[in-house]
């Protein structure tokens, strides 16, 4: 598969113009730029559009180009091109989402729908753990992909540690380790990264398809949109908003978040139907 992509273009998206050789630094400096300016959300699955293209021309188009956001599959493989391009070696990793689920690490596993990376450095040992798309708690840095201490990013400790078969990605949240995900370190290729999107992007019953959800993180602070409710949470304090209307949802998804909506059809409308789920 060609997987160029205008490397000029991504760097205008999301504000970097620093180095591009492949270095810890770079690609430090790479996920906060992400971060900063692509926003997660799923308007296309909350608006009945299943996201079944993740070529390097289907997510540039849609994340640089449209200036739209979207969801793991779509951040990572993007990122992923990207990092590929300037010489990273990248793998896909799927993931079980274990994050506020109230049976935790003791509960019957849910399905892979949650996409990774792996990436190593031309020259270095350690291998890195990079994710710009699981939403509000997403790692704002790299970490090291090993088991056992605890590392710091740009916001919230997280560490990995050994079950099963693979790792258990945790963060430090309100002064507990919280399980964000389970995962193994077996590289999948992209069919099943697409049967995972198409799943996530169409079943019925799917959290993309019936709630409204978005997220950016800045330099000092994650903001999280869940339905007509904005959390702001900055150096342990959170600011929460309540929206009455779905225009004003509207509103901060175009202008706090960054996300254009044109051409999307009556999303207002789709919004009001989704408040309070």
């Known amino acids: 598969m060609d997987r160029d992509l205008n490397l000029t273009a991504y760097f205008g998206r999301v504000g970097y113009a620093g180095p591009a050789d492949p270095t810890l630094e770079t690609l430090a400096e790479l996920v906060a730029a992400h971060g ?122 997280y560490r990995l540690r050994t079950h099963g078969d693979g790792y258990v990605l945790e963060a430090l949240v309100r002064e507990t380790w919280q399980p964000l995900y389970i995962f193994s370190i077996e590289p999948r290729p992209l069919i ?27 330099d000092d602070a994650r903001w999280n949109l869940n339905g007509r409710h904005l959390a702001i949470h900055s150096k342990g304090e959170t600011e929460r908003i309540r929206f009455d209307t779905a225009g004003q949802v509207l509103d901060a998804l175009v202008n706090r978040f960054g996300i254009d909506v044109s051409g999307l059809g009556d999303v207002e409308a789709r919004i009001a139907q989704v408040l309070d789920n």
């Open 36 to 157: 900063r300016r692509i926003p997660f959300e799923n308007l296309d699955p909350l608006l009945g559009v299943p996201v079944t293209d993740l070529s390097p021309e289907g997510v540039t188009d849609k994340l640089v180009r449209r200036r739209r956001g979207g969801y793991c599959y779509e951040h990572n493989n993007l990122l992923r091109y990207v990092l590929e391009q300037l010489d990273f070696r990248v793998d896909a990793l799927a993931a079980r989402v274990m994050w506020m689920s109230p049976q935790g690490l003791d509960g019957p596993p849910p399905a892979l729908t949650h996409q990774a990376l792996s990436v190593r450095i031309p020259g270095v040992d350690d291998v890195f753990l990079v994710d710009v798309g699981f939403g509000g708690q997403t790692l704002s840095s790299p970490i090291r992909l090993i088991p056992g201490p605890v590392q710091q990013t740009r916001h919230e400790p």
């Open 192 to 218: 099943d990264l697409l049967v995972g999107s198409w799943y996530v992007s169409t079943y019925p019953e799917s959290h993309f398809v019936t709630s409204l959800t978005a997220a950016l993180v800045t």
